[in-house]
């Protein structure tokens, strides 16, 4: 199947920082990107839809200035979590998708944010 | 607003038991239905999925899922359980759009013991 590249896998950042994590479609073109949290025991919930070009799409009680998504690219989308506090720690997940209705989602690695 | 229900939160069986997991969805339209599962430490993996055609999928590993319509259920299933299927599985809806978005059960941990 095709592959999705997460990075950072883990990250450990102070509170007040922010920090970027980048999800990128390696073999195929993503014209949108899925942003999800994954809460201990929990199942993922999902942020926010990233679209190539266009502003992203929020669920409903995530903060859009808290974490800010760029899809510049068909390949790459980044989830900046700004002025991180350690309420924000978490396992973070993107998926990608092919172009076309019939597709599965592709799923990175994830990112395990913590924040002290 | 769509929803998926997994039932069952913890399984515990032994090796070689039957397995049957149950996922009921709710949304209004056409669907397609995912079965992904994440061992521990790794990350999440397609194991099945349906789109159309016959109701009755294979997957990976020996996993089958069945779609019944009428019940708005896409159950998994496997006639004998390994240990390596230790694992947390998850069923997941969405509709038939290109955005549409994937909506993920709570989830169901297997634990196969020896």
């Known amino acids: 199947g095709a592959v999705v590249s997460q990075h950072p896998s883990r990250v450990i950042c102070k509170s007040g920082t922010s920090v970027k994590i980048e999800c990128r479609s390696l073999?195929?073109?993503?014209?949108?990107m899925f942003w999800y949290r994954q809460f201990p025991k929990k199942s993922l919930m999902l942020m926010a839809t990233?679209?190539?070009?266009?502003?992203?799409?929020?669920e409903q009680g995530v903060e859009k200035d808290k974490f800010l998504i760029n899809h510049a690219s068909l390949t790459l989308s980044t989830l900046t979590v700004t002025s991180a506090h350690p309420e924000d720690s978490s396992f973070y997940i993107c998926?990608?998708?092919?172009?076309?209705?019939?597709?599965?989602?592709?799923f990175g690695q994830g990112t395990r944010l913590t924040v002290v | 607003a769509q929803s998926v229900s997994q039932h069952n939160h913890h399984v515990i069986l032994s090796e070689a038991a039957s397995l049957e997991l149950g996922c009921n969805y709710s949304?209004?339209?056409?669907?397609?239905l995912f079965w992904y599962v994440q061992y521990p430490g790794q990350h999440l993996q397609l194991l099945l999925k349906y789109f159309s055609g016959d109701p009755l999928v294979k997957g990976i590993k020996g996993f089958e899922a069945e779609f019944i319509k009428s019940k708005f259920s896409f159950n998994l299933r496997k006639p004998s359980v390994q240990w390596s299927d230790t694992a947390e599985y998850f069923c997941a809806v969405r509709g038939t759009g290109t955005a549409s978005k994937l909506t993920f059960g709570t989830g169901t941990r297997l634990q196969v013991t020896l």
């Open positions: 998926s990608a998708r092919d172009q076309g209705a019939h597709t599965e989602a592709f």
């Open positions: 990233s679209n190539e070009g266009s502003k992203a799409t929020y």
């Open positions: 073999d195929f073109q993503a014209t949108t």
């Open positions: 949304y209004g339209g056409t669907v397609n």
